[in-house]
């Protein structure tokens, strides 16, 4: 099963979603094996999910209220 948008049909001169290729096209190109990387490995969830790692930074108002998630504050001049 797939997910797309349009834009993504649309860079790829895919007319709908049915177009994608399927799991044995896939297979067959090499694209696809039952076998994992010898160097993959899961990663796992910090122990405080509130935590950030050292190259991310806090959101702010302005990065929640660009993403939708914060209605901006109305002062009264």
Not at 1 to 24: K, S, V
Not at 31 to 60: C, H, K, V, Y
């Amino acid at each position: 099963t797939y997910g797309t948008t349009e834009t993504f049909l649309d860079h790829f001169a895919l007319e709908e979603i049915r177009d994608l290729p399927g799991m044995e096209e896939l297979k067959g190109a090499g694209l696809l094996s039952g076998r994992m990387p010898s160097n993959f490995s899961i990663p796992q969830p910090p122990a405080d999910p509130d935590a950030l790692t050292e190259d991310e930074d806090p959101l702010t108002d302005i990065d929640l209220e660009e993403l939708g998630l914060l209605t901006p504050r109305v002062t009264e001049d």
